[in-house]
């Protein structure tokens, strides 16, 4: 059963992405681009997205997920390097392209060549992420 | 009239709903990047199985639906594929170092009220207007 809701959320997720727009790298830049033509969409997207999850997140309250197991303890405080070095490496990539991991995925079919090269950058780099991950720890810990 | 909106905030209260599916049924945080990351990484083998059918459901959906409610849509992807190359290892190693994208920090973070979720979704949106205004407006690159 974890597959088949799995692939619901997924099939969800995605259909969600294609009629938002926000797998159209116009627009998702163009809301980045706050000197430009700015297009308000993305704000909607994420205003839309949040509103159900506040509902879900309350629903977690004294109960178990449907298939068994536990929810996600509760979200760590505190805030490391990793956390604001990473952001603002996906940042740059995300203004440069306009696509960030959820949309990359969501527009393979219909994104051209460009759109697979983007998720085979997108995959090496995670791939080297743990390492790079580990030289910024010996970086903090020699600061 | 526009009604771009009324697609972004439709379009929105649908990721959400799959979020919301995939933390009260199968208990996780729905983050694209962790998915991802976790499948090609192979770190917990007990999640595979629901990673790959959650990718599958991610990119067969939008293959499926698009000719029918819509067709127009295109990435406008950059032509220019050295961009295109350094801006996905910047997203994939950025998501996986901050362990959380738009989705997993964005959408899941910022609705239970985490610090960490709202922190991130503050650098990299300050990042990525950086960006776009300087290879934009400054250097006219994209």
Known sequence: MRSVFAFLAGGLFGTGLLISGM???????????????????LAFVMGGAILPMLVAWQMTRNRTPLVGGKFPAPPRV???????????????????????????????SYGGVGGIVFLIAMIAGMLAAPKLGAQLDRMADAA | MNVEWMWGLAGGLLIGLGAA?????????????????????????????ERLAFVIGLIGMPFLLRPLIAPQTQTHLTPDLA?????????????????????GHGVCG??????????????????????????RQVLGVI
């Open chain 2, 21 to 49: 599916v995939y933390l009260l049924c199968n208990g996780r945080i729905m983050g694209a990047s962790g998915i991802l990351g976790g499948l090609v990484e192979r770190n917990d083998r007990s999640a595979m199985t």
């Open chain 1, 23 to 41: 797998t159209n790298t116009t627009k998702v830049q163009g809301w980045l681009d706050v000197f430009g033509n700015w297009d308000p969409t």
């Open chain 2, 83 to 103: 961009i295109v190359i350094l801006a996905g290892l910047l997203v994939g190693v950025g998501t996986r170092i901050a362990n959380g994208c738009t989705s």
């Open chain 1, 78 to 108: 505190e805030l490391d390097r990793r956390l604001i070095v990473g952001s603002v490496l996906f940042g740059v990539g995300w203004g440069l392209a306009g696509l960030c991991p959820g949309p990359a995925m969501a527009s393979l």
């Open chain 2, 110 to 135: 910022i609705s239970r009220f985490s610090l960490r979720g709202i922190v991130a979704t503050v650098f990299y949106i300050l990042a990525g207007g950086l960006t776009v205004v300087l290879f």
